[in-house]
């Protein structure tokens, strides 16, 4: 029987590409979704990936929709938590909500995800957790206090967890995307790509079947020795 993978914003950017190439490899997938259900009803008119709409920043909302899922695919065997937002702002000028949303989102919210599943899986003997992390998480960007905070948090959420989990049979792993070729990208103005792109040594953004590769690998059985790792994949732009 086919394992089960569930992708927080899996509808969209990298989350698409990550629920796409997990259906191709042969799970069965559930991706999750915020709030634009315009592109979500699209994704799964195009995919045939069934969406289900939920905030991970609330933790109610998160046991409740892991429910669904399960009651409809089975038990949770993969978790990707992909969901991500920004409220990008100079440090003296951010507000606290503006700190607030983005750890609720980012941080909490793999928490949020993860803890309802995590007794499954000891239970099963399996289980894959693979957080989308950032370069940002890495070395920090100017504007960005609360989400590279977030980032890195998420970071030292895997390291700590994969040690708990590891006799379990649960790999805990989070991937570092640099800058992806994705809608958000690709929406800025010209100039401002050329700048970025001058700062990736490959010459290039990355794209998003790049990062969901990432995922299907460390997802695998083949995979089950890799855990508490951070993988980078940034074109060489910051190398740790």
Same mark, same amino acid.
């Not at 989102?105 to 894959?128: C, E, I, Q, V, Y």
């Not at 895997?158 to 800058?179: D, F, H, S, W």
């Not at 855990?227 to 940034?234: D, I, K, Q, V």
């Given at each position: 029987?086919?394992?089960?993978?569930?992708?927080?914003?899996?509808?969209?950017?990298? #989350?698409?590409?990550?629920?796409?190439?997990?259906?191709?490899?042969?799970?069965?997938?559930?991706?999750?979704?915020? #709030?634009?259900?315009?592109?979500?009803?699209?994704?799964?008119?195009? $995919?045939?990936?069934?969406?289900?709409?939920?905030?991970?920043?609330?933790?109610?909302?998160?046991?409740?929709?892991?429910?669904?899922? /399960?009651?409809?695919?089975?038990?949770?065997?993969?978790?990707?938590?992909?969901?991500?937002?920004?409220?990008?702002?100079?440090?003296?000028?951010? $507000?606290?909500?503006?700190?607030? @949303?983005?750890?609720?989102?980012?941080?909490? #919210?793999?928490?949020?995800?993860?803890?309802?599943?995590?007794?499954?899986?000891?239970?099963?003997?399996?289980?894959?957790?693979?957080?989308?992390?950032?370069?940002?998480?890495?070395?920090?960007?100017? #504007?960005?206090?609360?989400?590279?905070?977030?980032?890195?948090? @998420?970071?030292?959420? $895997?390291?700590?967890?994969?040690q708990e989990g590891a006799r379990a049979g649960i790999?805990?792993n989070v991937i570092c995307p640099g800058y992806i070729?994705?809608?958000?990208?690709?929406?800025?103005?010209?100039?401002?790509? /050329?700048?970025?792109?001058?700062?990736?040594?490959?010459?290039?953004?990355? /794209?998003?079947?790049?990062?969901?590769?990432?995922?299907?690998?460390?997802?695998? @059985?083949?995979?089950?020795?890799? $855990?508490?790792?951070?993988?980078?994949?940034?074109?060489?732009?910051y190398i740790v």
């Amino acid at each position: 029987m086919a394992r089960t993978a569930l992708v927080t914003g899996g509808s969209r950017g990298i #989350g698409a590409a990550i629920s796409v190439a997990l259906k191709n490899a042969g799970y069965q997938v559930a991706a999750n979704y915020a #709030g634009n259900d315009e592109a979500a009803q699209k994704f799964t008119a195009e $995919t045939g990936i069934k969406t289900y709409k939920w905030s991970v920043a609330d933790y109610d909302a998160c046991v409740a929709g892991i429910g669904q899922v /399960e009651a409809d695919l089975g038990p949770v065997d993969v978790l990707v938590n992909n969901a991500g937002i920004t409220r990008d702002a100079m440090f003296h000028r951010m $507000t606290l909500q503006q700190w607030r @949303d983005v750890i609720d989102t980012n941080l909490n #919210g793999a928490f949020n995800m993860t803890h309802p599943l995590w007794s499954g899986m000891r239970d099963r003997k399996f289980g894959r957790i693979i957080t989308i992390s950032s370069i940002n998480g890495q070395k920090g960007q100017m #504007g960005q206090a609360n989400y590279s905070a977030s980032k890195a948090g @998420d970071i030292g959420f $895997t390291k700590a967890l994969a040690q708990e989990g590891a006799r379990a049979g649960i790999t805990v792993n989070v991937i570092c995307p640099g800058y992806i070729g994705t809608d958000m990208v690709m929406a800025v103005p010209e100039k401002v790509r /050329e700048s970025i792109v001058a700062q990736i040594p490959v010459g290039r953004l990355g /794209e998003p079947d790049e990062i969901a590769r990432c995922v299907v690998f460390l997802a695998s @059985d083949e995979a089950g020795f890799i $855990t508490g790792s951070t993988l980078t994949a940034n074109g060489g732009q910051y190398i740790v």
